[in-house]
């Protein structure tokens, strides 16, 4: 079965860097894509960025668009999530999973089926 865990959440300044990592344990996938979304209190699961392991490709959502870098580690099977220049409006857990199926880079919650537990990113002003 494959875990995820998220790690490297925490308290900044807005206009500081946070760096996320999600490791993969278990069965994994070298042609399934990873993603990172985020929730904050009282809002929908909403996405952030996408990475394909077989093409390279990435995804972000308009709102972290040059200010997010995703980034991957197949031979320590990490998804890195980089984020510089936060906002309070970034504040939320931030989870990283699995894509559905192979070949495949969604970004919707529902295009993804494996989850780790997220990692909480407060961004105070």
């Known amino acids: 079965q494959v875990q995820l865990v998220e790690s490297g959440g925490g308290l900044v300044q807005a206009g500081g860097s946070l760096r996320l990592s999600c490791a993969a344990s278990?069965?994994?996938?070298?042609?399934?894509?990873m993603g990172w979304f985020r929730q904050a209190p009282g809002k929908e699961r909403d996405f952030v960025s996408a990475?394909?392991?077989?093409?390279?490709?990435?995804y972000y959502a308009d709102s972290v668009k040059g200010r997010f870098t995703i980034s991957r580690d197949n031979a320590k099977n990490t998804v890195y999530l980089q984020m510089s220049s936060l906002r309070p409006e970034d504040t939320a857990v931030y989870y990283c999973a699995t894509a559905s199926r192979p070949l495949y880079t969604g970004r919707l919650p529902d295009d993804y089926r494996y989850w780790g537990q997220g990692t909480q990113v407060t961004v105070s002003s």
């Open positions: 990475i394909s392991w077989s093409g390279g490709s990435t």
């Open positions: 278990g069965r994994t996938f070298s042609n399934y894509a």
